[in-house]
């Protein structure tokens, strides 16, 4: 079968054939959704996840999950001792993390803020890409529901592209590697409905900030993601140790 | 004494007291210089130094040796395994390094460029900086002598900069951390006067591409050292297993 068709048959864009695409994926939801979005224009995708002393490690083998079920061509899980730094409390152990309500969550920079963690991120996502020779490099940011995080705002994505194309080799070949972050004007119920027509495996998405064997549903990622799932009118498929009320 | 006095004592300039500064020391010149500008200024020295699979690892005996001549508070040798990606004859062991005419050296993209390394180093930089909230990530980048090197250019730090400023805590506040490269613009000879001056151990530093018991005397990096040198009119206190004629 040619190519053309092998695109037509999957419904994939034959444009981004062959084109690479590094993906970021934590093991959550925005990541997971992002990296479905990309496989879904044609992109091979190349995941690349980070061992940085999170509590929740269970994140990782979700990431290599997702992953697989993204047909990677390769998941690369990269050690970065960022807890080496502290300084949040998602990897220092002296801070526990505070519950919020839902209302009051994004209108300030939260405990669990890791410091210039997207760029660090994009910024190995980048290395990767020039060894690659791939066209993007995919973050799961999201503006919506993480208006607490300065790294998650539009702006931000566009000053790193600007950079980007003024670091790489490709940037000054004149074929920039895209930064794309695809969900990144999405609130979080449009991300699960985008996820829930791309088949994302959800059951094996983890969000919790809380390392527990269940996710805990009181910290902010759980109810932000109890929340959207809710308003998109699905059910969670992972199991919760608790509830809110209003779920 | 206070601090005031003690600054005078020393030199130092009165305003910068307190200040943090996140230093990138490689254990090259450019890096060594750069901390000791910044040291002279009155900040307080942070030292960063990474060790990411390079041939050349003497440079991080180097880089300790420079950071407690600074009076460095603390030196972290943060590991990255870049060497995962491949991609450069500094990380790739199947790559030789070549060897170039003195005149040829800067035309071209290099194939000792790391992808992305200034992006990624800068990053983690910042990471530390925001966690220190300190004011400042210093790095030893030069415009005139690797102009074949895309993130050594002036435009590319403005970039970096505008992209920090969206990506921090310290941003977002109006307290931007500066991203500063202090011999951007200088020549290496300008470079070595600088240090001169201020009292680097240049008998400390390596810029060796070939990890050897002594300085090849042949890559591009001993090169452009020797010729710094050699216009500084100054002698190179290292030792070489071999010596250009024009030397």
């Given amino acids: 079968m040619d190519k053309a068709r092998e695109c037509q048959k999957h419904g994939k864009a034959f444009g981004n054939m062959g084109k690479k695409a590094v993906c970021l994926i934590s093991g959550g939801i925005d990541s997971a959704v992002s990296t479905f979005i990309v496989k879904d224009k ?11 002393g999170q509590h929740h490690s269970k994140e990782l083998s979700c990431a290599e999950h997702i992953a697989k079920a ?3 061509q390769r998941h690369i899980i990269f050690p970065l001792e960022l807890h080496r730094f502290g300084g949040s409390a998602l990897v220092d152990d002296l801070s526990p993390i505070e519950n919020h309500d839902i209302n009051d969550i994004g209108r300030t920079i939260p405990s669990t803020y890791v410091p210039a963690r997207n760029t660090v991120f994009l910024s190995i996502g980048l290395a990767h890409a020039e060894t690659l020779d791939a066209d993007a490099v995919v973050i799961g940011a999201t503006a919506a529901d993480y208006a607490g995080y300065p790294d998650c705002r539009p702006e931000y994505i566009q000053a790193y592209q600007q950079m ?4 790489t080799k490709r940037g000054v070949e004149g074929r ?12 979080k119920a449009e991300i699960i ?3 829930l027509k791309l088949n994302v495996p959800f059951a094996s998405t983890w969000s919790c900030y809380r390392g527990q064997q269940q996710a805990c549903g009181t910290c902010d990622s759980c109810l932000l993601r109890l929340k959207g799932f ?3 009118n699905a059910k ?5 140790a608790a509830l ?3 779920y």
């Fill in 42 to 52: 044609g992109y091979e995708i190349y995941a690349l996840s980070f061992d940085y």
């Fill in 70 to 72: 993204a047909d990677a």
């Fill in 164 to 167: 980007a194309d003024l670091a």
């Fill in 176 to 187: 920039s590697v895209t930064i794309d972050a695809p969900v990144l004007a999405l609130s």
């Fill in 193 to 195: 409905r985008t996820g």
């Fill in 230 to 232: 809710k308003e998109a």
């Fill in 236 to 240: 969670d498929p992972i199991q919760y």
């Fill in 244 to 246: 809110p009320d209003w």
